[in-house]
């Protein structure tokens, strides 16, 4: 039974302390004369309490309210302050719309009415793209693309998409199925890697800007391409075909670059060949030219005899470099020969100098066969002219 039902013989039992008057119930207690009552208790001013003859006022003291106002503006403003890491920036919204930017370090914000996200503009981040794709010649070929990128600006990468991350993988797919289906597949596989390379960084660039996602392509890594399965033992006989054409092309050009200096440095020796010797026939010419007017006029105050000097002199030059010598006498049917070479070569062997051979003695104090004195080879190593007749006799 509640204790303020009627037929409780007037013994109700009130949990606030509080007794009816005349037996009766006058309600529920009011709650500011609890609260007073509480607060007395904890020495803070109302009944039960050291204070609670200065607390007979009908409302809460306003030291109690001012107290609870303080410590609630001290909590508001100590939860104001946050801290932006070195590598990140924060973007703060004023009543949901944006207000500011600001970097590293201690910062403080009115709370419940400034936002702060943080956003790290520092260090790279990586994404890759991966896919079978259609190329040019409609082959299939299988794709890896791995993209690098930095966040340079937080306010566009937080609010100007709703997902910059996934959309910059979309982005990166999108370009590099353009770029690989306007591709042949040797080209591919083969020597066009930095090409697509370049061509799909280009592409991401110039869409990232567009949209205006806030994010910096670092570096696009084209990490390999290959057929499928079924052709790609072909495909590897291809590239190894290609590569040999390569090393071949570079032989033939480490060849020609070393053979092209040695060509131009003897085409440059004949052409100084022939320029020196246009120059000596032009000078010779010119002596000669000289030599003849000098002697035209000799020639003309005699002429036999500078006939005769001029045939002497022409004989002269002819037989100095002649070392077989023929001579004719006039009226005779015999011509000598004298041999000037083996003339001269058995005088300068005999003149040689040589080693003296001492001769060796035997049992009976004689020298022994087949040694001969030094006068001995000295006599026999002279020789003599020798005159052969023309008829050979």
Partial sequence: ??????????????????KPQGGRDQGPPDLDEALRNIMGKLGLGGKGGQ?????????IPKKVVGLVLGLVVIIWFIAGFYTVKEAERGVVLRFGAYHAEVGSGLHWRPVFIDQ?????????????TAGFMLTEDENVVRVELAVQYRVTNARAYLYNVEAPDS??????????????????????????????RQQTWEIIDRLTERYGVGIQVI??????????EEVRDAFDDAIRAQEDQERFVREAEAYAREI?????GRVRRLQQEAQAYKEQMALRALGETARFNELLPQYQLAPEVTRQRIFLETLERIYANNAKIFIDVEGGNQMMYLPLDKILEQHNRAVRPQAPILPTQGQNGQNTPGQASSSSQQETSRTSTRFTPRGGN
Avoid at 3 to 12: E, I, R, V
Avoid at 51 to 59: C, D, E, K, P
Avoid at 116 to 128: F, K
Avoid at 168 to 181: E, F, K, N, P, W
């Fill in 51 to 59: 204070g609670g003859s200065s607390g007979s006022g009908a409302g």
């Fill in 116 to 128: 702060v996200s943080n956003v790290d503009v520092n260090n790279v981040r990586s994404q890759q």
């Fill in 219 to 228: 570096d696009v890594n084209f990490q390999g391409a290959r057929p499928p």
């Fill in 260 to 264: 092209e200096p040695t060509a131009r």
């Fill in 167 to 196: 959309s910059l993988s979309q982005v990166t797919d999108s370009a590099l199925r353009y770029v690989i289906g306007h591709n042949t597949m040797d080209n591919i596989l083969t020597v066009g890697r930095e090409e697509i």
């Fill in 1 to 18: 039974m509640a204790w303020n039902q009627p037929g409780n013989s007037g013994k109700d039992k009130d949990p606030w302390g509080n």
